[in-house]
């Protein structure tokens, strides 16, 4: 089973900013679009962000649309999220994942195969 890995999460006030990363050892990313999730204490792991193997295409759900910007550098195998103007609505731990096939159903958890660990991110008022 191959594990992603998760990084740059932490504490910071409303308004601030974090970048997150996720990288993947060896061809793991090689043709394949990559999803970030997200999941608050209590409730579902929600989608976040999307983005195909060339960059040409990506999604956001509609509480980080215009926020968040989900990049990636093919090179070094890794994926980001720069999260701006940051709320405490968008505490949760943070998960990077593979995706399955291209854009259909990339909404759908079942639509991805590897996951990382998470990385927590906290926004206090």
């Known amino acids: 089973q191959v594990q992603l890995v998760e990084s740059g999460g932490g504490l910071v006030q409303a308004g601030g900013s974090l970048r997150l990363s996720c990288a993947a050892p060896?061809?793991?990313?090689?043709?394949?679009?990559v999803g970030w999730f997200r999941q608050a204490p209590g409730l579902e792991r929600e989608f976040v962000a999307f983005?195909?193997?060339?960059?040409?295409?990506?999604y956001y759900a509609d509480s980080v649309k215009g926020r968040f910007t989900i990049s990636r550098d093919n090179a070094k195998n890794t994926v980001y999220l720069q999260m701006n103007s940051l709320k405490p609505e968008d505490t949760a731990v943070y998960y990077c994942?593979?995706?399955?096939?291209?854009?259909?159903?990339?909404?759908?958890?079942?639509?991805?195969?590897?996951w990382g660990q998470g990385t927590q991110v906290t926004v206090s008022s």
């Open positions: 994942a593979r995706k399955v096939g291209t854009v259909s159903d990339l909404y759908n958890r079942a639509s991805y195969d590897y």
């Open positions: 983005i195909s193997w060339t960059a040409y295409t990506t």
């Open positions: 060896g061809r793991t990313f090689s043709g394949r679009a």
